[in-house]
């Protein structure tokens, strides 16, 4: 593995550990989550770290008649799901996951539709998947593997000094009003480039990746104050890796998996799919343990509605 794609399968791992730095271990909240997995699991798949949302959240909004800050006081607590906010707003989920996309896609089916079907389901019986996917609107992997472009440091420097307290225009250097408009202006390319991926993947409709753009442009300005709190992290610890579904594992289940890493710490436990939870549909097991689609380099393209 070369050091470049190593730098960014570090740099994609650090959105993911942004939010885990300040968090207490705990049992994951969401059933889909293997033994052993953090509170703050995700799965490595591209559309829930670059938020490729599989319908229209406004027809979701329609659906359950709330609006999103209501959705929001309701994630609040990720133990909590969209399918139990439904149910308790007098509405049986069944079926619900795929209106939403029906809605999204213009009634078409095929694969593609069948997929974003199964991935809408998982957003209303995962809630910290969901709370993730709707609302954390700037963990967004695109940022890190960005960093060169947008910071002017490695993207293992970046992780290392976000989670040292640094804020984004800290870190750019980015003083000055004039710096933060151009720094914002950067980071915008970026998540248009990422939206207009998902759009041109077929996982996600333009009209959604205009709307989770609006939330992203609107709380831009406060992100690039923001800093990490939590302990501080002198240097970062990566194991040898003999493939990148190991090194996947370890970045995004926090343990090693049941392949090990070469030098790895004897007795470090393995994870094991949690008893009962479902066994991955073949075509998103092909996604959930490859970073290849999640570390290459993410290019605008253009789409027959053109994003904003």
């Known amino acids: 593995m070369s050091a470049l794609t190593r730098h960014a399968l570090i740099a994609f791992a650090v959105l993911v550990a942004l939010a885990l730095v300040a968090a207490p ?29 599989p319908y229209d ?38 079926g619900l996951g795929r209106r939403l996309v029906l809605r999204s896609t213009g009634g078409r089916g095929g694969a593609r539709v069948a997929l974003r079907i199964r991935r809408a389901e998982r957003t209303l019986t995962q809630g910290h998947l ?3 996917v709707l ?9 890190g593997l960005e960093a ?6 490695e993207p293992s420097r970046y992780m290392l000094m976000r989670l040292n307290g640094r804020s984004p225009a800290q870190i ?29 993947a077929g996982v996600t409709s333009p009209r959604q990746a205009r709307t989770f753009l609006i939330h992203q442009r609107r709380g831009l300005a406060h992100w690039l104050d923001t800093s990490i709190r939590g302990p501080r992290v002198r240097r970062l610890l990566t194991p ?41 549909h073949p075509a998103e097991a092909r996604v959930r343990w490859s970073p290849a689609g999640l570390v290459r380099p993410l290019v605008a393209t253009s789409t027959p509605e053109s994003l904003p």
């Not at 006081?73 to 990720?78: E, F, G, K």
Request: hydrophobic share 40%.
């Open 25 to 53: 271990a705990a049992r994951a909240t969401d059933s889909h989550a293997p033994d052993g997995a953090t509170h703050r699991w995700l799965p490595t798949e591209d559309w829930v770290m670059y938020h490729w949302l």
């Open 57 to 94: 959240e406004a027809a979701l909004y329609r659906e359950l008649g709330i609006g999103r800050a209501g959705v929001r006081r309701w994630l609040r607590d990720d133990r909590r799901t969209l399918a139990g906010l439904a149910r308790r707003r007098g509405i049986d989920p069944r």
């Open 130 to 132: 969901a709370q993730h």
């Open 135 to 143: 609302l954390h609107v700037h963990h967004q992997p695109a940022i």
């Open 148 to 153: 060169r472009r947008l910071f002017g440091v």
């Open 172 to 200: 750019a250097g980015a003083g000055t009003p004039a710096a933060r408009r151009r720094l914002g202006a950067r980071v915008a390319r970026v998540l248009r480039d990422s939206a207009a991926s998902g759009v041109s």
């Open 240 to 280: 040898v890796p003999r493939s990148r579904t190991d090194v996947a594992c370890y970045l995004f289940q926090g343990r090693l998996c049941a392949t090990p890493f070469a030098g790895h710490r004897a007795g470090h436990p393995t994870l094991h799919r949690r008893p009962g939870a479902p066994r991955p």
